[in-house]
């Protein structure tokens, strides 16, 4: 009677243990979204108005927001440079995503294996993407229960900032829909420079979801950090 009592609680402690486990893997992850301040809020707003976002795909049929014209911003087809060919660490912080409409901003980390994806949001490593500054196809991945909880207030038109290496690469949202979890024409190489944001779907859904929420969006801008920031 007295083991059954000692193993009855040893269960309940290993079962305590693993809930404090998960609720801080949820709180790191969580922490990754921080609310931006007020005044990051009025500097991203007073840059937006006070420069040209140009439409680089017109041609393509979508339509841009009118916004002041006196960028020269061109978009040049370069060689582009895999990822894969990128000398980052696994885990490591490299970039800020910035999304203006929902006032957050996320610490971007390189690689997307599932111990990283517990830290927040991370950047696709593959041959078929790039970094920002790359020249192709940006993909970045989150859980949509800890750090994208607000991604589905995005909405077509709206613009994703993403500081990486000294530079700010500014994206406007082309595109958006849900697609099954297995979906393989989602991380492929890209002509142009983009970004692809991936997260799961429904998300309000409790459990593993099998559908996954996809932004793409058009890279309409760069520019050094220092001018922005």
């Known amino acids: 009677m007295h083991l059954k009592r000692v193993m009855g609680l040893c269960f309940i402690l290993i079962g305590f243990l693993i809930s404090a486990v998960n609720l801080v893997e949820w709180q790191i992850a969580r922490s990754a979204a921080e609310e931006m301040t007020k005044e990051e809020v009025k500097q991203y707003e007073e840059a937006r108005t006070t420069k040209q976002w140009t439409n680089q795909n017109k041609e393509i049929g979508i339509e841009r927001k009118e916004l002041p014209s006196n960028s020269r911003f061109e978009i040049k087809k370069e060689a582009q440079i895999a990822s894969t060919e990128v000398n980052h660490e696994t885990g490591e912080k490299v970039a800020l995503l910035i999304v203006p409409k929902i006032e957050q901003k996320y610490s971007v980390r390189w690689g997307t294996e599932e111990q990283v994806l517990k830290k927040g949001v991370g950047m696709f490593v593959s041959d078929w993407t790039t970094a920002p500054?790359?020249?192709?196809?940006?993909?970045?991945?989150?859980?949509?229960?800890?750090v994208f909880y607000r991604m589905d207030e995005i909405e077509e038109q709206d613009f994703l900032l993403l500081e990486y290496e000294d530079k700010v690469y500014t994206y406007q949202v082309a595109k958006i829909w849900i697609t099954d979890e297995n979906d393989r024409s989602i991380i492929?190489?890209?002509?142009?420079?983009?970004?692809?944001?991936?997260?799961?779907?429904?998300?309000?859904?409790?459990g593993n979801a099998t559908e996954r929420y996809i932004i793409q969006a058009d890279l309409i801008d760069k520019e050094e950090k220092s001018q922005s920031t």
């Open 188 to 206: 492929v190489k890209k002509e142009k420079p983009m970004l692809t944001i991936t997260t799961c779907y429904p998300f309000n859904y409790v």
């Open 133 to 146: 500054n790359g020249g192709g196809h940006t993909v970045l991945s989150g859980h949509r229960d800890t």
